[in-house]
C-alpha cells in the first residue's frame, strides 16, 4: 500500500499560482503512476494530471493543460502539481492516488487526504 500527504494548498487571488506536492512513502517496489484529482462541493471527483512512475509520461484533463504542470523528484518520492493562471474554477480539494499498473490510466487507489486549494475572484 502507498501513503500520499498532500501540501501546499491556500487561498489565492484569480490568475495567482500554486505548488502542491504529494509525498508518498509505504510501498516501494511497484512502479505506480500517480495521479492528482479534485473535488469542488457539490461536484464530482474529477481527474486533473497523472504522471508515470519514471516521469516520461505525464497526461492532462483539457480543463488544466497549458497552466498545470505535473513533475516527479525521484529522490524525494514525491509528485509536485505547479499550477499557474488559477481561476476560481478550480477551488476544489486536491489530492493524490496510485495506478498499480503503472499506465497512468487507472484504476485508482490508494487516496490521500487532500489539500484544499481557494481561488478567489
Known amino acids: 500500500q502507498v501513503q500520499f500527504t498532500e501540501s501546499g494548498g491556500g487561498l489565492v487571488q484569480d490568475g495567482g499560482s500554486l505548488r502542491l506536492s504529494c509525498a508518498a512513502s509505504?510501498?516501494?517496489?511497484?512502479?505506480?503512476?500517480t495521479a492528482w484529482f479534485r473535488q469542488a462541493p457539490g461536484k464530482e471527483r474529477e481527474f486533473v494530471a497523472a504522471?508515470?512512475?519514471?516521469?516520461?509520461?505525464?497526461y492532462y484533463a483539457p480543463s488544466v493543460r497549458g497552466r498545470f504542470t505535473i513533475s516527479k523528484d525521484h529522490a524525494k518520492n514525491t509528485v509536485n502539481l505547479q499550477m499557474n493562471s488559477l481561476k476560481p474554477e478550480d477551488t476544489a480539494l486536491y489530492y493524490c492516488?496510485?495506478?498499480?499498473?503503472?499506465?497512468?490510466?487507472?484504476?485508482?487507489?490508494?487516496w490521500g487526504q487532500g489539500t484544499q486549494v481557494t481561488v478567489s475572484s
Open positions: 509505504g510501498d516501494r517496489n511497484i512502479n505506480y503512476a
Open positions: 492516488a496510485a495506478d498499480k499498473t503503472g499506465r497512468g490510466s487507472g484504476p485508482w487507489e490508494d
Open positions: 504522471i508515470r512512475w519514471s516521469g516520461a509520461n505525464k
